[in-house]
Structures are given as structure tokens and as C-alpha cells.
């Protein structure tokens, strides 16, 4: 027990410096304008994927959001595929064609980051009624955020998910903020699980940046779904450190709030445990850094490397039958 | 050959395709338990169950969503929005999620789903119940758009439309539920993108789909009686569009005239006009007409709603201006 204890907290203590170092990777290139359009980051929110992906099985799903990389890293996304496809390149996840805020990976059961909030939780709800009527026991995970929850998608896929008991979870990043907008300007309810009184389903906080929460209750979650017993909404509580996207200068944020939450980051609460608890030295989590880090610059390698698309691309896969003339008239 | 109604027709292709493969299955409002409010999938709920056969709540846009998501995972949707009007409010379903997850993300997904709903004026349901939106529908790539006129080409593309790995949305006529027309008992199939000559000749060609063929096709009747020979084109799907055919007509009548239910502003047959004046304007001998529904939103009042939308009477005279 003690040893998969210690294998478990070493496996998330990797997996979060993977998101983080693609992370800060992605903002440097953004910052450096090798990389196009926008993007947004995961940095400060990674125990939530790594604890949420983890507690899944293999046959299950999830669905992103459009500050998705750390979700598909934690899924087990390709960060050398993952890069390309930041970078616009015919090797990434999407052939170029959707982007950072697009990454989707059906052989991994990954439906899609989305760029419509909200949007992903109607595709989630759907996939755990896909999973009803063909009678199977995968559960669906929707990662979203604390601005989705004010959509309509989110009430009614909750009203529908619960009213037929679907294998889903539904995990709300509440990081605060809505762009520039916090959430407590915009909703008379101060913590979004409450929500699920609603839809009369279980409704759990956790803290976010804390993994072993989120492992632990997107576990319960899972298993409850997958008994039939239906939805869960989980509100993980976060900070996201960068802007809404790279260059967003921030100016809705107080020093005092981004201070109270650098000071309860997720990688140095399991840092501190692993070292309490005599998991691991300074030194071998230095080297992992350093690992990753190594990683992280063969995954830029990668992408620089990788070709752009054949404009021939550009009319491709717009239909699966009849796309030419689909796209001529 | 058996005659059958329009909205049986419908029922048909759903049903045949529910029984060959047990992937599809239906989620609209009113579907189980009523069989829809326009009596299509009676006894559905009974044959295929409450797994296959979903009464949603109204929620349009959630479970059209969700049904993109079902797609995704592998399962064919078919969707009613029970009137086109509700259409806007799972615009982003449509629009942004099935027509784009394709192309979004390189190929890897695809997104059998169907969309059925029922539009057009003439049951005096005014303005949010009566509207003709197929050409909003029509602008966005990834979609495909049908549009049948009669009850054997409802089945049959509403047949194949379930079998497409891309998104269709199948545009029906509340009026055209009830008319009767030949359907053959044995299966067959329409392939999506091809119209159908429903009449030739030689003197002008009039373009049309849905409930307007039928329109059409009275006034070829009465242009006749004036010695005019028109070629009638139903369009039957106007996404992919079939330019063959229509580029072929033109060429031999050398006058055209384009019928639509919708308002005319932005309509599907202004893009029609566009394209024929761009490619075939040396072949024309007359300026291309549109005869379409008036810029106004549906009104209640019998005496007011059927002034909205082209007559027979209206494509007579519209040929008639340009048959000098």
C-alpha cells in the first residue's frame, strides 16, 4: 500500500510539471510570436487534470475546455503532437485546422476541446447518453469551467443528465474568473457544486490544487456514475496564474488574491507532502524538473521540425462524402 | 403504385432505417409517448423503446448538443426541432459543434446526425411557428441541407440523409405532411445532391424545392395553355448543390425563373441567381427572376397569411414577364 502510495504521488508530482512546463513553454513561444492567434493557459490549475484523468478508466471519456492542453496532456496526449498543432503544423492532433483551443484525440477518448463555453457540456451529456443506449460502462468526464456554469447548456445538460441518470461528471474549474469578469459579480450563488441541489445530485467541493482531492472525488464520482446511479458535479476550487489568454495584462486582478493563491500551489503542496513524507529527495524531483523540461524542448524540436499543411488542406474535410463539391458551391 | 402521405413517407424512412441498424434512434420533443406532434413516430416508442425513442425535455438547445455528442460517439441522431423556428435556439449546436467538429479537428471525427424540422406557413401558426429558414441553414459549411417536395423523394433521402456521415438538416413542409403522392413498397435510396427534372421543356426553366415544386408544377399546367413549355427542377437538396442539372436547363431554355417560400431578402435563391449569372450569363436571353415570400415575419390573420408566400399564380406571371 505504502509503495503505491508513494508511486501514485511521484506519478501526479510528474505529471503536473509535464502541464506546467508546457505550459510556461507555450507562453514563452506565445510571448516570442512563434506561435499564432491566441492561447490559454492551464498554469496553476494542473491537479485538477492530472487527479481527474487519473481516477478515469481507459474505456471513458472526457471532454475539454478552451484552456485544454494540461486535460489532454493528463490523458495522455503526445506533447510532440499536442506542440504541432500549436504551432499550425500537419502533424498535430487536428492537422492544424483547430488549434490550441481544438485538441481532440478520439483514440484516447478525448471529444474535443471546444471553443464555445458551454458547448462541451452538451457533448459530454451526450456521449454519457451514447453509453446508456448501447449499454456500456464508460463514464464521461466534462472538464468546464466557473464562466460555463452560466450558460444554458450547463442546466440543461444537468436536468437532463440526472432526470436519466447518466454516466457523467461534470468538473467545474472554478478559477475565479470568466476573462476579465469574476464569478462572484455575475452569480448570487458563492459555490457553483451547490448547483446540484438543483438537479437533486451530488454536489462536492474540493480544493483544486489539491490532487489527492480530486483524485478522490472524481473516483467517488465515477464509480457513483457507473453504478447508474447518474451525475455528479464536482466543483474544483483554482486560480489560473496567467490571463484569461497570453497578454491579457490582468488589471481585474488585486496583488492580494494572485499572492493568497501563489501560496497554495498545486505543485508545492505535493512537493511538500512527497518530501514529508520521505517519498522522494529534493534532488529527484530537481531531476524530474529537469526531465520534463527535456521533454518539453523535444516537443518544441518537434514542431518546428514538422511541416505546415499543403494549402491543399484548406478544402479537406469539410464532409466525409461529396466534400468537393460540398465546398464548391 | 401505392400512394402515400408525405409525413408517412417520413415515418417510413425512419422506421426502415431504426429497424436495419440499431444505431439510430430518435431524441425530440413529443417523439415516445404522442409519436410527435405531427403523429410521425406513433408507435415508435413501443417498437424500438424508451432507449431509441426519447422524449427530451424542451430543451432544444441541450439535447441537439447532446446529440452531437451521441454522433461523436458513433450513434446516428435523429433530431426533431419540432418547428424550423426553434432552430435559432440550438443555433450553436448546429452551427458551431456538427457543422465544424470535422474540419476542427482534421478529419478525425464525423457527425451522423440528422435534423428534421418541419417549416413553412400555411397553418396560420403567425410568425415564430410559420418560417422558411433553410437558407440560414445553408450557409454554413459542413452542413448539408434537403429539402423534398414530394413523399417519394422524402423517403428516399431522408433515407440516405440517416445513413451520411455528416450532418443533415432535412427541411420538411407542415403542409406537405398530408398530400399523397407514389411510393414504391421495395426500398430505395435518393442520393443527397441530386435534383430532378419533375418536368421538362423547352421554353424556361423554374427552379424550386420543397413545397414550392408542387406551385411549380401548376404553373408549367397553366403556362402551357398559353404555349409556354417549362422545364421544372427540383431541387431536393440544395447543399451539396446538383449544378449540373441546373447549368444544363439553362443552356437549352435560355430563361430562368428561381421559387422559394422564404422571404426573399438573402434567400437561397438569390445565391442561386448569383451563381447562374456568374457562370451562365451568355446563355441568357431574360434577366433572372426570383418570385419568393414578402419581407414581412408570418402573420396569424387566413386573410393575410396566404399573401405571404408565391402562389402558382405568382410563377405564372413572373414567367410571363420574361417570355418575350
Given amino acids: 500500500m505504502k509503495k503505491k502510495e508513494k508511486e501514485l504521488y511521484l506519478h501526479f508530482y510528474h505529471e503536473m510539471q509535464r502541464l506546467r512546463s508546457f505550459e510556461l513553454k507555450a507562453s514563452e513561444l506565445f510571448t516570442q510570436a512563434m506561435l499564432a492567434g491566441n492561447i490559454h493557459t492551464y498554469i496553476g490549475q494542473e491537479a485538477i487534470a492530472v487527479g481527474a484523468c487519473n481516477a478515469l478508466l481507459e474505456i471513458d471519456y472526457i471532454v475539454c475546455t478552451h484552456r485544454g492542453h494540461g486535460q489532454c496532456i493528463a490523458r495522455g496526449c503526445s506533447p510532440n503532437i499536442m506542440m504541432a498543432e500549436l504551432f499550425g503544423k500537419e502533424t498535430g492532433y487536428c492537422k492544424g485546422k483547430g488549434g490550441s483551443m481544438h485538441i481532440a484525440d478520439l483514440s484516447r477518448g478525448i471529444l474535443g476541446a471546444n471553443g464555445i463555453v458551454g458547448a462541451g457540456l452538451a457533448i459530454g451529456t451526450g456521449s454519457g447518453l451514447a453509453s446508456k443506449i448501447t449499454e456500456k460502462s464508460e463514464v464521461t468526464l466534462v472538464f468546464f469551467g466557473d464562466g460555463a456554469s452560466n450558460e444554458g447548456y450547463f442546466h440543461e445538460s444537468l436536468n437532463m443528465a440526472s432526470a436519466w441518470k447518466l454516466p457523467v461528471v461534470y468538473l467545474c474549474e472554478n478559477n475565479n474568473y470568466g476573462v476579465s469578469v469574476r464569478i462572484d459579480r455575475v452569480c448570487n450563488v458563492e459555490n457553483i457544486a451547490e448547483r446540484a441541489k438543483a438537479y437533486d445530485i451530488p454536489g462536492v467541493i474540493i480544493d483544486g490544487n489539491n490532487v489527492f482531492e480530486v483524485y478522490n472525488a472524481v473516483q467517488n464520482a465515477a464509480e457513483y456514475a457507473r453504478e447508474g446511479k447518474g451525475p455528479t458535479l464536482i466543483e474544483a476550487k483554482t486560480y489560473r496564474y496567467h490571463g484569461h489568454y497570453e497578454g491579457d495584462p490582468q488589471i481585474y486582478k488585486s496583488k492580494e488574491e494572485m499572492e493568497k493563491w501563489l501560496n497554495h500551489d498545486s505543485i508545492e503542496i505535493i512537493k511538500k507532502e512527497i518530501l514529508a513524507k520521505g517519498f522522494a529527495s529534493e534532488k529527484t524531483l530537481e531531476d524530474v524538473e529537469k526531465k520534463v523540461k527535456r521533454e518539453i524542448e523535444e516537443a518544441v524540436d518537434f514542431a518546428k521540425n514538422s511541416p505546415y499543411p499543403d494549402i491543399q488542406r484548406v478544402t479537406e474535410d469539410v464532409y466525409s462524402t461529396d466534400n468537393e463539391r460540398g465546398v464548391a458551391r | ?324
Fill in chain 2, 1 to 324: 403504385m401505392r400512394s402515400i402521405t408525405y409525413g408517412q413517407a417520413i415515418r417510413e424512412a425512419m422506421y426502415e432505417e431504426m429497424t436495419r441498424n440499431s444505431s439510430v434512434f430518435i431524441l425530440g420533443e413529443d417523439m415516445g409517448i404522442m409519436g410527435s406532434v405531427f403523429g410521425l413516430t406513433k408507435g415508435f416508442l413501443e417498437e424500438f423503446g424508451e432507449n431509441r425513442v426519447i422524449d427530451t425535455p424542451i430543451s432544444e438547445n441541450g439535447f441537439t448538443g447532446m446529440a452531437v455528442g451521441a454522433a461523436m460517439r458513433g450513434l446516428r441522431p435523429i433530431v426533431e426541432i419540432m418547428y424550423i423556428d426553434f432552430t435559432p435556439i440550438a443555433l450553436d449546436p448546429i452551427v458551431n459543434q456538427a457543422a465544424k467538429l470535422r474540419y476542427m479537428t482534421g478529419g478525425q471525427i464525423s457527425i451522423p446526425l440528422v435534423i428534421r424540422a418541419p417549416g413553412g406557413a400555411g397553418r396560420r401558426n403567425a410568425g415564430q411557428h410559420s418560417q422558411s429558414l433553410e437558407a440560414l441553414l445553408t450557409h454554413f459549411p459542413g452542413l448539408k441541407v434537403i429539402a423534398p417536395g414530394t413523399p417519394y423523394d422524402a423517403k428516399g433521402l431522408l433515407k440516405s440523409a440517416i445513413r451520411e456521415d455528416d450532418p443533415v438538416i432535412c427541411v420538411e413542409h407542415k403542409i406537405l405532411y398530408a398530400k399523397k403522392g407514389e411510393v414504391p413498397e421495395e426500398e430505395y435510396l435518393i442520393p443527397l445532391g441530386k435534383a430532378d427534372i419533375k418536368r421538362s421543356g423547352k421554353d424556361v426553366t423554374i427552379i424550386a424545392y420543397s413545397r414550392q415544386i408542387l406551385f411549380a408544377l401548376e404553373a408549367a399546367e397553366e403556362l402551357k395553355k398559353q404555349g409556354i413549355d417549362a422545364e421544372v427542377i427540383d431541387l431536393r437538396t440544395l447543399v451539396p448543390l446538383d449544378w449540373e442539372t441546373i447549368q444544363q436547363s439553362i443552356r437549352k431554355t435560355h430563361r430562368v425563373v428561381l421559387v422559394q417560400e422564404a422571404v426573399k431578402r438573402n434567400g437561397y435563391m438569390g445565391e442561386i441567381a448569383s451563381q447562374i449569372i456568374d457562370e451562365l450569363f451568355d446563355y441568357l436571353d431574360a434577366p433572372v427572376k426570383r418570385v419568393a415570400g414578402l419581407n414581412v415575419i408570418p402573420p396569424f390573420s387566413p386573410a393575410l397569411e396566404d399573401h405571404i408566400y408565391p402562389n402558382p399564380q405568382d410563377i405564372v406571371n413572373t414567367v410571363l414577364d420574361i417570355a418575350y
